[in-house]
């Protein structure tokens, strides 16, 4: 059985309906609707669902979006070329290569490839330097909604002692510069880390991105703090809709003063943000203004 539950479930859908909301009043302001383009090699069943996922989201929030579905057995050459053509195309706004890639594409040179003014990703090295200089323009899209899921609410975030569990380029690191930028003291942990407990009950706000279903069990965790679960571990089973599980053990719960849920967690406000990312793209070309100059210092 579960332990009983005392945490607050902070729930993904309110506060990415919020984030939807406000984005789509941007989007309608600007002069031209703003335009994602989608780009996905083969067939992968969680990749294909995903993209289906944010182009129907898209449009539902008043942008335009267009999927290019191309055959796994694409070039390295061809998907740079198409690459060249969204950047040069003054009618894209924004573009998104689905990760992971097929094996035989440097995914290195790929993200290189982008116009950093229109990866909605944050993933080109010039948006990272970006981010952790305080300048922040596209930022990651599941660390900034997670910031956004922490604003909604209302968990403050200056002066804690936050953790992150797990360094991806994805999740981790943009997570921890965030949170940095946000005035928490910051550790990063991950799977070399000696004594993992001992780094991780210091944490009052736990931010956990691993990637192993149920990693994180009570043990772990600070009494009262808030945990963040960023896993997405499909376990399928036969005949049946793979089973999403978190980081994160649901007794969890029984320590922790909120705690967010896997799925109907981080998972909506990714794709929120990556439309809100859109749009700040298509806001600062609109006026010719460079990334990373939209606001102050954090
Ligand atoms: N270039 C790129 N950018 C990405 O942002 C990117 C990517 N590649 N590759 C894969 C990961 C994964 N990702 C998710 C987005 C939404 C949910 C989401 O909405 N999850 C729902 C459930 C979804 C379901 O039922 O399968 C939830 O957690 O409640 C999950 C995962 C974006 N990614």
Not at 11 to 37: I, N, V, W
Not at 192 to 215: C, I, M, P, S, Y
Not at 243 to 256: T, Y
């Amino acid at each position: 059985m579960t332990a009983p539950h005392t945490a607050q479930i902070l729930t993904g859908p309110p506060a990415a309906e919020a984030l939807l909301k406000e984005t789509a009043e941007r989007a309608a302001r600007l002069a031209r609707t703003p335009h994602l383009s989608i780009v996905r090699l083969g067939e992968d069943p969680a990749s294909v669902s995903y993209v289906a996922g944010k182009d129907a989201k898209a449009k539902a929030t008043g942008l335009s979006s267009a999927v290019h579905a191309l055959p796994a057995e694409t070039t390295q050459a061809d998907l740079l070329a198409l690459i060249g053509q969204l950047n040069a195309d003054p009618q894209v706004n924004g573009i998104l290569v689905q990760l992971p890639l097929p094996r035989h594409i440097d995914e290195e040179e790929v993200l290189l490839a982008l116009d950093p003014d229109k990866d909605v990703d944050g993933f080109h090295p010039v948006n990272v330097g970006r981010l952790w200089t305080g300048h922040p323009a596209s930022v990651p899209c599941t660390p900034q909604g997670v910031m956004y899921l922490l604003r909604h609410y209302g968990v403050e975030v200056s002066g804690k002692r936050a953790v992150v569990v797990g360094r991806s380029n994805i999740v981790g690191r943009p997570m921890a510069g965030l949170l940095l930028g946000a005035h928490a003291t910051v550790t990063v942990a991950h799977s070399r880390t000696r004594d993992l407990g001992a780094v991780t009950r210091e944490a009052e706000l736990l931010v956990v991105a691993v990637g192993q279903a149920h990693f994180i069990t009570p043990d772990l965790v600070r009494p009262g703090a808030v945990v963040i679960d960023v896993g997405i571990n499909r376990v399928e089973r036969a005949g049946k809709k793979p089973r999403l599980l978190g980081d994160v053990h649901p007794d969890v719960a029984g320590v922790a003063s909120a705690l967010t849920p896997v799925p109907g967690g981080v998972g909506p406000l990714t794709i929120a943000q990556l439309l809100a990312n859109t749009v700040a793209a298509a806001e600062r070309q609109a006026v010719g203004q460079p990334a990373g100059r939209t606001s102050g210092r954090p």
